[in-house]
């Protein structure tokens, strides 16, 4: 009789396969599931492997984290409020870095919230306790950083107070504070990236080891990239190479699809008599696709900032400050134009969109490029989709645009949601149940490092939608432990076009499936986030194992 690789048995299986919901036997042969459950019975294996009777479903696949960056932080200072709860606390850690920093070298921070410091870093304290180093702190959702005087000269920023850009370089009394946003902070944070390719690979390998403990086994790399000025939300111009030497070399062992970043893609020229404009990227592309572990997604592009930076792009302003609406990071026209022409060319998009103005315009240019160049099951995405009316809804599902928001953001940032937009307006951030409940597929993410990598946490989000503080973001807006679990596993494949190899365990699929320390139907929804991995299975073989399974 045939063997297979491996049994693993013992196990209380929710596939996600309405077909076969239940199981308690998966075996693998080549990397793929075969048979469930009486299917293996008499069948011989390589392996036999206990699963101890624990909960088991499809991996988690995380289809909006950055990944890279989330290894560069592991490898810089931590300054969340869980670890840096005062401005004391920060310019202590900073100082403490600066000081065994080689001379010359950036110090570099990250996940500072100034509603739990209660204010911004200060740029004349930052100037003392640095030592002579540039620097640049990243606040905790990317699109803001607090830099020093330093930084702005290595940026060739001589005299930053002349800098006339009041949206991107924010100033009081005609003077820098440090604060910059958006584009600028994308600017800087290139510039303080180009670090060496070994420094690059280990904090690849960095993130791959953490999130293998939290059971992710697929990963969509949220702006792989940047231009050849380093400008982008990406690390390098060099990306996707640094990624295909990261697996070349065993550091990476989950599935990543890698989205390209709107500045790395650049003119092709003429590529056809129709295609005269070509848009298209290298990034160090090269052999090393096969496999199933790599692949290239849609491309990333910004319209707006974030609520917590101030910078996403609202209809009515935010609570208390009847001047500012976020900001714009294009002209409406160029943007529509640049979306019908990658539309055109095959290309799918994530747009990031969270304010219900920068959505409105999201939505306008898809719309008007699906009918100037009609495409079938497009799966053009709006990513984080922060802000909507029932209309927005109606029209994203309407559309056949699949909406990303992040569960890791409600417990995170949520306090700050009801802080800026009012309670109104926050019981409709990040919708989840208006779109599940109207039959739309949405996939499981977190736009880590922005807020904790953690599936578990993401997940208890989506079923409880509360805050830290206890406020619930719309009751009619929660999942149920079921919906939240189908979206990360079963949605995200779905989002990727990978639900014919992914997202349930079923024959003919890959064989990637966590192991969980308890059955998240039976706890507290509120302790869903201490639930443990006990272990990572990838393409039928364990990456990750507790310590105490």
């Not at 069948?43 to 499809?58: E, I, S, T």
């Not at 949206?167 to 670090?195: P, S, Y």
């Not at 619930?472 to 979206?487: F, K, S």
């Not at 064989?511 to 302790?527: E, G, Y």
Request: proline residues 4%.
């Amino acid at each position: 009789m045939f063997t297979i690789d491996a049994i693993f048995d013992n196990a209380d299986i929710h596939t996600m396969d309405p077909a076969h919901p239940r199981a308690s036997r998966i075996g693998v042969y080549d990397g793929k599931i075969v048979a469930l459950d009486d299917d293996l019975d008499g069948v011989p294996a390589r392996h036999h492997v206990d699963l101890g009777g624990r909960f088991v479903c499809p991996g988690f696949n995380d289809v909006h984290l950055h990944f890279s960056l989330l290894g560069a932080n592991l490898n810089q200072v931590d300054l969340r409020k869980q670890t840096a709860s005062t401005l004391d606390e920060v310019y202590r850690r900073i100082e403490e870095a600066a000081e065994r920093t080689p001379d010359g070298e950036w110090v570099l921070g990250w996940g500072f919230d100034q509603f739990s410091l209660g204010a911004f870093p200060d740029i004349a304290v930052l100037d003392r306790i640095s030592h002579g180093h540039p620097l640049l702190i990243l606040h905790l959702s990317n699109h803001a950083a607090v830099i020093n005087t330093e930084a702005f000269r290595r940026a060739g920023y001589e005299h930053p107070d002349d800098i006339d850009q009041p949206d991107l370089v924010i100033k009081e009394h005609g003077h820098v504070t440090g604060l910059v946003k958006d584009k600028m902070c994308f600017m800087f944070t290139g510039l303080a990236n180009r670090v060496s390719e070994a420094t690059l690979l280990h904090q690849l390998e960095l993130a791959a080891q953490y999130t293998l403990s939290l059971g992710i086994t697929s990963f969509t790399d949220g702006g792989t990239g940047t231009d050849r000025n380093w400008e982008g939300i990406g690390q390098t111009p060099d990306d996707i190479g640094l990624f295909q030497e990261a697996y070349d070399r065993g550091l990476i062992h989950q599935r990543g699809t890698l989205m390209p970043y709107f500045s790395a893609l650049h003119d092709l020229g003429q590529l056809t008599g129709d295609l005269k404009h070509g848009f298209g990227l290298d990034l160090g592309i090269r052999t090393g696709f096969e496999g199933g572990l790599l692949d290239i997604g849609p491309f990333k592009i910004i319209l707006d900032g974030a609520f917590s930076s101030l910078s996403a792009y609202l209809n009515e302003p935010y609570l208390n400050m009847p001047d500012n609406k976020g900001v714009f990071s294009w002209d409406p026209d160029e943007f529509a134009r640049q979306v019908a022409i990658l539309h055109r060319e095959g290309w799918r998009m994530a747009i990031h969109a969270i304010g219900d103005h920068a959505i409105a315009i999201a939505l306008d240019a898809i719309e008007h490029a699906q009918r100037l160049y009609p495409r079938q099951d497009v799966r053009h995405r709006l990513e984080h989709c922060g802000l909507s009316s029932d209309a927005t809804v109606e029209r994203i599902i309407r559309d056949g645009i699949i909406v990303n928001p992040q569960g890791s953001f409600m417990k995170n940032n949520g306090d700050a949601y009801v802080r800026l937009l009012g309670e109104e307006r926050a019981r409709r951030a990040y919708r989840m149940g208006s779109f599940v409940h109207r039959g739309a597929i949405i996939p499981g993410s977190t736009d880590a490092p922005c807020a904790p990598v953690a599936p578990m946490i993401s997940i208890e989000g989506m079923v409880t939608r509360k805050t830290a503080g206890g406020f619930v973001l719309g009751d009619n807006e929660r999942l149920t432990v079921d919906e939240a679990l189908r979206a990360y596993t079963y949605g995200s494949a779905y989002a990727s076009k990978k639900e014919r190899v992914l997202g349930t365990l079923s024959p003919r699929k890959y064989a990637d499936f966590v192991a969980l320390d308890a059955d998240p139907h039976t706890v507290d929804p509120d302790s869903l986030h201490e639930i443990g991995v006990a272990a990572t299975v990838i393409g039928g073989q364990v990456r990750y194992e507790s310590a105490g399974r």
